[in-house]
């Protein structure tokens, strides 16, 4: 039996056969803005067995959606008896139903995500309407559409599984295609780490963790003269790379002229201050009384 059936929302209840009993609150919350995103409608049907009470129907598939509507039906958003598309099973394959979809799932691979992602973005949605969408957060949306940079003979090395996610994250780095595969074809298999990947597509271009652009204040500084900087989302530890080397050099340059001269007044300030005190002390040493005495100096009582 496969049928389907449509159920009140306040007839499904959770099935004690299921073999998942724990659901973090932040997925339920990111699932119900996905359903909420779509309209309020399940992109996959849950599948019920009836329940011990007439009319009443347990979730034998689609505990998390359902604990998703129920938040929904809390938060005012859909009636607490909102119609449910449903699949109804026999009881008896109940938990093999459930141990199937919970086990035998697989996560969408990476580069079918960038795909997806990058279909809706060229439709004119925005970073946080295609997270809504998937149920997921805008930095996973953004680290995958960065690999639009990526050469497709990577990507597809990358489902061949000729090589790794983090790999091909290096990548990212440079939108140079044919670089990207000169790179990955002359670095020896032994030294294809991601840091080497990076090191290689980007030795033309100066780091923010570079001492002169700490000196000159930082990519702030750099970007506020007109400088490019080319992001890595994937580097945690790099803030991005500053891609004009000449506008660096012409920043530390007059950082450095402007700290000479500044260098120079104090030097000669340092100069007149002292002569001054010995003209005072020489000239004007103060008497008990609090007056100057004027040594030196001819005049008559």
């Known amino acids: 039996m496969n049928n389907i059936i449509t159920v009140a929302l306040s007839k499904l209840d959770a099935d004690p056969r299921n073999v998942r009993k724990t659901y973090g609150a932040e997925g339920i919350e990111s699932l119900a803005t996905n359903i909420r995103a779509d309209g309020y409608r399940l992109l996959q049907n849950i599948v019920v067995r009836k329940g011990d009470k007439k009319g009443r129907y347990f979730v034998v598939a689609g505990g998390r959606r359902l604990a998703a509507l129920n938040l929904l039906a809390e938060a005012g958003e859909i009636a607490k008896d909102y119609p449910v598309e449903c699949k109804e099973r026999e009881g008896e394959i109940a938990t093999e139903i459930s141990l199937a979809e919970n086990v035998m799932r697989e996560e ?4 079918d995500q960038y795909e997806a992602f990058d279909a809706l973005a060229k439709q004119g949605k925005d970073i946080a309407d295609i997270a809504a969408r998937f149920g997921t957060t805008e930095i996973i949306v953004r680290k995958r559409l960065a690999l639009a940079r990526v050469s497709p003979i990577l990507l597809q090395q990358f489902r061949d599984e000729d090589m790794s996610f983090a790999q091909l994250s290096a990548f990212t780095v440079s939108d140079d295609h044919e670089r990207q595969v000169t790179v990955w074809h002359s670095l020896p298999s032994w030294n294809r780490e991601p840091h080497s990947i990076r090191r290689a597509l980007t ?7 570079d001492k002169r652009v700490q000196f000159i204040g930082g990519l702030v500084t750099y970007e506020e003269a007109g400088g490019s900087v080319k992001r890595d989302l994937f580097d945690d530890r790099n803030a991005g790379y500053a891609m004009d080397a000449a506008l660096v050099e012409k920043l530390v340059a007059e950082k450095l002229e402007a700290l000479g001269h500044r260098s120079r007044r104090r030097l000669e300030m340092g100069r007149v201050l002292p002569d001054r ?7 004007e040493a103060p008497l008990s009384g609090g007056y100057p005495s004027f040594r030196g100096r001819s005049g008559g009582a």
């Open 277 to 283: 005190a010995r003209r005072l002390s020489c000239d």
């Open 108 to 111: 969408m691979h990476p580069v």
């Open 203 to 209: 030795e033309e271009m100066i780091p923010a963790t």
